[in-house]
C-alpha cells in the first residue's frame, strides 16, 4: 500500500513540472484535475483498511471538486471568456521548470528541518506539500490571464490540502468541509468575475493592470 | 582485465553498426517498404573504407583530425561501460565523469571540425550542436548522480551492480523515470528524431548530419562508425537502468535490440520538435533526473 501512496506523491511532484511546463491552458485545467483527483485518492489509500466514514466522505467530496466541477467551471470560463489558449507567460517555460525544480530542493530541505511529527503517509508527501504550494505561487505570480491565477490558486489550495492530510487527522471535519466551501465560492466567484472582466475590457491580461491610473 | 569484459568490448565493436540496421528496418515497416537489409551499415563502412578521400584547401590538420579523435574518444569510453552483469573493461571511481567527459571530447572536436571546414551550414550544424548538448550533459550528469547516490559508488560497475542489487526495496519509481530521462538524453545525444531527424538532407533542418557534410572515404567511414558507438553507449547505459538486476547478459543484449526498435518506433510516429521546444525537452528531462536524485537524497 505505502508504494501506491510513493507513486501518488511522485506523480503529484511530477503534475508540478508539468504545470510549470505546459504551453496550453486546456492542458493546465487538465493537469489541474489529475491533481485533484490524485489528492481525493490519497488519504483513500492511506486508510483503505480503517474505513473511516468521515474521511472517506471528505476525500470524495474533495476529489469531486477539484478533480470534476472546478475542472468543469473552468473550461467553461475559458470557453465564454474566449481567452486565447496559450498561456502566455512572464516567466519563459524553460525558466519556470528550472525554478521549479529548485523549489523542489528548498521544499525537501524545509521538510527535513521541520521537527519530526507523526507522519501518515510516506515521508515525500510533506515536501512534495510544500512544492505544491510553491509551484500555486508562482503561478500566480508568473502567468499573466487571470485564469491562469486562478488556477495557480487552485494549485495553492492543493498543497494546503496534502499538507492537512500529510499531518494526520488533526484537522477536524467541519474545518475541512469549510475550507473546501471556501475554496468552492472562490472559484465561483473568480469565474464571474473574470466573464465580467472580460465582457468590459475584451481580454484578461492582468499585466494592463500597472497601467491604471485614478 | 577479465575475460567477461573483453568479450563486451567484442559484442559492442561487432554489434554496433546493427543497431542501425533495426531501426532502419523498424522504420520501413512502419512505412510499408522493404527497407534497406539489416547488414547495410557494414556495407556501407566497408564500402567508404576502400575510397579515397579528398580534403578542401581551405581545411587544416582540425578536420582531419576530427573523425579520428571522435572514434578514439568513443572507444575508450566503451571500455569505461559495463553493460548487465559483464564489468567494464577498465573501472575506478568517478569513471562516469571520464565517460561525459570522452563524448564530450569528441563532440568538441566534432564541432571545431564542422567549423574548420568553412561553411556556414556547418558552423550553423556545430552552433545547434552546441546549444543542445549544454542542456543534455548537465542531463546525464544528473542521472548518473542520481543512480550513484542510490548505488553508494562512484565508479559505473559498482553503480549498475549494485544498483541491481536493492532495486526491489523502497521507491519502485524512481528507476522508470530515471529511464525517461536518459532515454530523452540518448535520443538527444544521437541526434534521432524528436530533436534531430537523421534521414533529412535539408541543411537548414540539420544538427549532426550537416556537421557530417565535407567528409568522405574512410573518414566518413569513421564518423558512422563512431556514431553507431555512441549510440550503443547511452543505449547500454538506458537498459542499465531498465533491467537493472537482471543476470543474464542475452537479455541485456536483447533489451538494446528492443530500444532500437522503440527509437524506430517514435522515429515513425513523431514528427521533429520545433528548434524552440528541444531545450525544453531536454530541461524537463534534467528537472526528472534532479527529482530521482532528490528522491534519492531524501
Sequence with gaps: ?214 | MSVPSLVHMAIAMITAPLIFGIINRTKSLFGGREGPPLLQQYFDIAKLLQKGTVYSRTTSWVFRAGPVIGLACVLIALALLPLGPLPALCSFPGDFIVMIGLLAVMRFFTMLAAIDAGSSFEGMGASREATFSALAEPALFLCFAAISQKAASLSLSDMFLRHSGDATHGSAPAPALLAVALFVVFLAENARIPVDDPNTHLELTMIHEVMALDYGGPDLAFIFYASALKLWILGALVVNVVLSGIESAWAVLAGLFFLAIIVGAVESTMARLKLLRVPQLLIGAGALAMLTLIVAMG
Design chain 1, 1 to 214: 500500500m505505502s508504494s501506491w501512496i510513493e507513486l501518488a506523491v511522485l506523480f503529484l511532484i511530477l503534475s508540478n513540472f508539468a504545470l510549470l511546463g505546459a504551453s496550453r491552458v486546456t492542458t493546465l485545467i487538465q493537469v489541474a484535475a489529475g491533481q485533484g483527483i490524485l489528492l481525493g485518492l490519497l488519504p483513500l489509500l492511506a486508510h483503505a483498511k480503517q474505513g473511516n466514514l468521515r474521511l472517506i466522505a471528505v476525500a470524495l467530496i474533495a476529489g469531486l471538486l477539484k478533480g470534476v466541477i472546478f475542472p468543469v467551471m473552468l473550461g467553461r470560463a475559458l470557453r465564454e471568456a474566449n481567452i486565447r489558449r496559450e498561456v502566455e507567460p512572464f516567466v519563459g517555460y524553460s525558466l519556470s521548470l528550472i525554478l521549479g525544480v529548485f523549489a523542489l530542493a528548498c521544499s525537501f530541505w524545509i521538510a527535513s528541518r521541520l521537527p519530526a511529527t507523526a507522519l501518515f503517509l510516506s515521508r515525500k508527501a510533506l515536501p512534495a506539500a510544500f512544492s505544491t504550494i510553491l509551484t500555486g505561487f508562482f503561478m500566480i505570480v508568473a502567468r499573466r490571464k487571470a485564469l491562469t491565477q486562478v488556477l495557480g490558486y487552485l494549485v495553492l489550495e492543493n498543497g494546503i490540502y496534502l499538507f492537512s492530510i500529510s499531518l494526520g487527522q488533526k484537522i477536524p471535519f467541519a474545518v475541512e468541509l469549510g475550507v473546501l466551501l471556501d475554496v468552492f465560492v472562490a472559484v465561483f466567484v473568480m469565474g464571474i468575475a473574470m466573464f465580467h472582466i472580460n465582457r468590459e475590457f475584451d481580454h484578461l491580461d492582468v499585466g494592463q493592470l500597472s497601467a491604471l491610473k485614478d
